[in-house]
């Protein structure tokens, strides 16, 4: 079955750095990657997407990798600001079919002013 | 209004009881599924419906059932909760139509099982 890490189940930053979160998978290949944050207590929301043939997306501050050879998604937030504290989520889609999303664990985000 | 709502939005109820969680949409997806989170563990797929008629067990159904009695009304069910049910629940919705399956989440049920 697929297998999802996001290697930080936490990770400090100071205000106005760079947040550097991974997503690692093994097996198949997903067609592909979403991001999403979640607020405590919250439901997840959904930030961006990049496809399998795509090598970069960007929103505003926020930029997503993505590299099918080392099976890895990086999710980058520029200028952070303590308001970009939350939890983030990475979700594979393997593809057309009846398989759902398949989420990580998260990665706890705190921006320090 | 929200697009995806949730009732109750907490409970506490006792070891042994039957309880029902709702979730409505008005988004019009045909997709809808049932999560749990614990701390430290993310999100565990409980249940899943891809339209009215058909009805997926997740990762952790057991001690859970589940009712789509509409496209847009899709319920829990714990027949008999036990304590470890206690968590926070969510209820999500997607449209595969678009070829991405990006999902819409509740604001989620704080169950509380004594």
């Known amino acids: 079955s697929q297998k999802i890490e996001q290697n930080s189940e936490a990770l400090n930053i100071q205000e106005g750095k760079t947040a550097t979160l991974t997503c690692n998978y093994t097996?198949?290949?997903?067609?592909?990657l979403q991001w999403y944050r979640q607020d405590p207590g919250r439901g997840p929301v959904f930030l961006l997407l990049?496809?399998?043939?795509?090598k970069e997306k960007r929103k505003e501050r926020l930029k997503v990798t993505f590299d099918t050879t080392l099976k890895q998604s990086l999710f980058h937030i520029t200028a952070s600001q303590p308001a970009d504290s939350a939890t983030y989520l990475c979700?594979?889609?393997?593809?057309?079919?009846?398989?759902?999303?398949?989420f990580g664990k998260g990665t706890r985000l705190s921006v320090i002013a | 209004d929200a697009d995806v709502t949730q009732t109750p939005r907490n409970r506490i109820t006792k070891t042994g009881k039957r309880i029902m969680l709702e979730c409505s949409q008005t988004?019009?997806?045909?997709?809808m599924y049932w999560y749990r989170q614990d701390p430290g563990l993310g999100l565990q797929l409980i249940y899943y419906?891809?339209?009215?008629?058909?009805?997926n067990k997740g990762e952790i159904s057991d001690g859970y059932s589940v009712s789509r009695q509409a496209q847009a009304k899709f319920s829990l069910s714990l027949e008999s909760a036990i304590p470890n049910q206690t968590a926070l629940y969510f209820c999500?919705?997607?449209?595969?139509?678009?070829?991405?399956?990006?999902?819409?989440f509740g604001p989620g049920t704080r169950l509380t099982v004594l």
């Open positions: 999500a919705t997607s449209d595969p139509g678009r070829g991405t399956d990006t999902q819409y």
């Open positions: 097996n198949y290949s997903p067609a592909y």
């Open positions: 990049i496809r399998e043939n795509e």
């Open positions: 979700a594979l889609f393997l593809g057309p079919g009846n398989t759902p999303l398949v």
């Open positions: 988004k019009g997806h045909d997709r």
């Open positions: 419906s891809f339209d009215v008629k058909d009805i």
